[in-house]
């Protein structure tokens, strides 16, 4: 990771980018989706070195989805290849290649595959940053009850995880 973080240039190779390994979507949890931190890593404070920001890419194969969460921190995302769906509040849009996302403070989102090939995004996000949550009973039923609830899958992704007590 630390070599990751201090490089200015990331090469893409084939399947994946040199030197950074593939991860599960959680880390130490085997899913569908994989993740690749490209620059960068989650930091407890700010002020440890490194990047302030982390950049990651995440595949997600046909049929699959990301976590539905929603976190203090506001994140942008970038699509690198094919198509899919994603969901923030409760709407649903359909995106591709070179489409940007702009996820708020709080507002629960998720990214879905509903074609039939790969569909891979960019994420961009605070290095110091809170950890996901899952959305309440009260926020899950109005998003089911959307047009967005037809490509919601609450269940999709591992939770996330609680962080220890430091």
């Known amino acids: 990771m630390e070599t990751v973080t201090r490089r200015s240039v990331v090469t893409k190779i084939e399947g994946g ?6 991860e599960g979507y959680v880390p130490g949890i085997a899913t ?3 993740r690749h931190t490209l620059i960068g890593h989650r930091k407890d404070d700010s002020c440890e070195p490194g990047p302030t920001s982390e950049v990651r890419y995440f595949d997600v194969p046909p049929g699959a989805v990301t976590r539905l969460e929603k976190h ?3 994140h942008f995302v970038i699509v690198g290849h094919g198509t899919g769906h994603a969901i923030v509040g409760n709407t649903v849009t359909p995106i591709a290649q070179h489409d940007v996302v702009y996820v708020a403070p709080w507002e629960p989102h998720q990214f879905v595959n509903r074609g039939t090939e790969s569909f891979g995004f960019f994420c961009m996000v605070p290095a110091a ?3 996901s949550q899952e959305l309440s009973a009260d926020e899950l039923a109005a998003l089911l009850a959307s047009p ?3 490509y919601a899958d609450p269940h999709g992704a591992p939770p996330p995880r609680k962080r220890l007590a430091q």
């Open 17 to 22: 980018w040199d030197g950074v390994e593939r």
């Open 129 to 131: 940053r809170d950890i």
């Open 72 to 74: 203090e921190h506001e």
């Open 32 to 34: 569908a989706v994989t």
């Open 148 to 150: 967005a609830g037809a």
